[in-house]
């Protein structure tokens, strides 16, 4: 299982709840696509979502006033 550190994860003032909610529509999103599905193999779309977001392939933009939660 993937345990990336928050702090480098997080970087940008990206919110915790804005990272986990992007991360699970994009695993949601991952899941019903059966060519992405097929792509991921034997790794959980969780983590495939998450390597994603951490590549910079997934960008996640949010509201100012929930940025500094």
Same mark, same amino acid.
């Given at each position: 299982?993937?345990n ?16 986990? %909610? ?8 991952? %899941? ?6 097929e792509?991921?193999? %034997?790794?959980? %779309? ?10 910079g ?6 509201p100012?006033?929930i940025?500094y939660?």
């Amino acid at each position: 299982m993937l345990n990336p550190d928050l702090r480098n994860v997080l970087k940008g003032h990206i919110s915790r709840y804005s990272l986990v %909610t992007a991360v699970a529509k994009r695993a949601r999103e991952i %899941t019903d696509d059966p060519i992405l599905n097929e792509k991921c193999g %034997t790794k959980k %779309t969780v983590s495939y979502a998450l390597d994603e977001f951490i590549s910079g392939k997934l960008k996640i933009s949010e509201p100012d006033e929930i940025r500094y939660i």
